[in-house]
C-alpha cells in the first residue's frame, strides 16, 4: 500500500511511498483509515526536529473502522468506528506504566513515531487503544480525538483550572481552541490569543463564543504556540502565584524570561501526548465540545506536501488527510 513516511533522518526525507502490510497479530486490530489529521509533531518530523524511526508511516491522529481482528480480540469491535490511542508499546514496568502515565515511559513506542502509523490506508495496533466515537460525529473531526486527549492528559489530570478562573490561551490552532473549549467546560473564563498572521483562527474562537482581547492578567495560561514569544506572554501575562501549563513544541531551544518564574512563585505544569486515563476523559468531555469547526479541510493524501505547507504557515486550524 502507498502510505506517507519519513525515509530518512534529518531535514524532510518524507514522501508517499510503498509500505507494507501485515495482518494483526494476538491482542491486535487492523483498521481501514478514514482520516487522519496533520499534528505539530508531523510537522516536526518532516523538518527533522522530532526524532522519529525511519522508515516509518507518519500519523498519529487516527479514525478508522475495525476491519480485522487478531487472535484474543473481542469480536464486538468488528466494524466497529474508532479513534485510537497513539502508544503501540510500553515496558509495562516502569514507575510511570505502574502509575498509567505511559506516555513518559523511556521505552514508550508510538504509532507514527517509532512504529507505521495513519498516513496510509491501513494501521495495525493494539485492540487496547481503540475508543468508540459518537455516530453523529464525522471522520474528520473523530480524529481530533488524540489531540483531545493530550489537552486532558495537561488540564485535568490533576486538574488546572478551577471555575471562576480567568485563563488565557495562547496559540489559536487546533490544541489552543480544544484547550480553551476544555478549560471553559472547568468553569473558566477563556480568552484567546494569537499573532497578527492568527486572525483567521481568532475569527473562529470569536465564533466559538471566546473573547480575543482584553484580559491583562490570567490565574492559568495555556501555552500552545511552542513559541519563544509566545512563552515569554505566558510568564508575563500569569498572576502572581498563577499557573503555567505549557503544551506548545517548539523543535528547538527558546530564550525567555524564566526568572518570573521565581519572582511571581509561578506554578509550571506540561503533558506530553495522552494516557488511557486521559482518552476516558476526553470520551467523556467529547459531546460538550464542537470539533467540526476546526477541520479546516480534508485533503487526498497525494496533496500531504499542500497540507504540510498551509498548516506550517497557519493557513488554517486542522487539515486533514484521507488515505482512501
Not at 96 to 112: D, E, M, P, Q
Not at 230 to 248: E, F, N, T, Y
Amino acid at each position: 500500500m502507498i502510505g506517507l513516511a519519513k525515509l530518512a533522518p534529518g531535514e524532510g526525507n518524507v514522501d508517499l511511498a510503498e509500505r507494507p502490510e501485515r495482518a494483526p497479530g494476538p491482542g491486535e486490530v487492523a483498521l481501514e483509515v478514514a482520516a487522519a489529521g496533520v499534528c505539530g509533531t508531523d510537522l516536526h518530523i518532516w523538518l527533522g526536529e522530532y526524532d522519529s524511526v525511519p522508515p516509518v508511516t507518519m500519523g498519529h491522529e487516527v479514525c478508522g473502522t475495525v476491519s480485522a481482528l487478531g487472535d484474543g480480540v473481542d469480536g464486538m469491535w468488528a466494524g466497529e468506528r474508532v479513534a485510537v490511542e497513539t502508544f503501540f508499546s510500553t515496558c509495562g514496568e516502569c514507575v510511570h506504566c505502574l502509575a498509567g502515565k505511559l506516555s513518559v515511559c523511556a521505552r514508550r513506542r508510538s504509532i507514527g513515531t517509532h512504529v507505521d502509523g495513519g498516513f496510509a490506508p491501513r494501521l495495525v495496533l493494539p485492540a487496547r487503544n481503540l475508543h468508540r466515537v459518537p455516530a453523529e460525529l464525522p471522520d474528520a473531526a473523530a480524529a481530533l480525538s488524540e489531540p483531545l486527549a493530550c489537552v486532558c492528559n495537561s488540564l485535568l489530570d490533576p486538574p488546572r483550572v478551577r471555575p471562576g478562573d480567568d485563563v488565557l490561551v495562547i496559540g489559536p490552532g487546533a490544541i489552543g481552541l480544544i484547550a480553551a473549549q476544555v478549560a471553559r467546560a472547568c468553569g473558566g473564563r477563556v480568552t484567546v490569543r494569537g499573532t497578527e498572521r492568527d486572525e483567521a483562527r481568532l475569527a473562529l474562537a470569536r465564533e466559538l463564543g471566546f473573547e480575543t482581547g482584553g484580559l491583562p492578567e490570567a490565574d492559568v495560561v495555556v501555552e500552545c504556540s511552542g513559541s519563544g514569544p509566545g512563552i515569554a506572554d505566558a510568564l508575563r501575562a500569569v498572576r502572581r502565584r498563577g499557573r503555567i501549563v505549557q503544551m506548545g513544541l517548539r523543535g528547538a531551544d527558546v530564550q525567555i524570561p524564566y526568572d518570573l518564574v521565581c519572582f511571581k512563585e509561578l506554578t509550571v505544569t506540561a503533558g506530553f501526548a495522552s494516557n488511557p486515563q486521559s482518552w476516558r476523559r476526553a470520551m467523556a468531555v467529547l459531546p460538550e465540545l464542537r470539533l467540526e469547526p476546526l477541520v479546516t479541510e480534508v485533503v487526498p493524501l497525494a496533496e500531504w506536501r499542500r497540507a504540510f505547507e498551509a498548516s506550517r504557515a497557519g493557513d488554517g486550524v486542522k487539515f486533514v488527510l484521507d488515505p482512501r
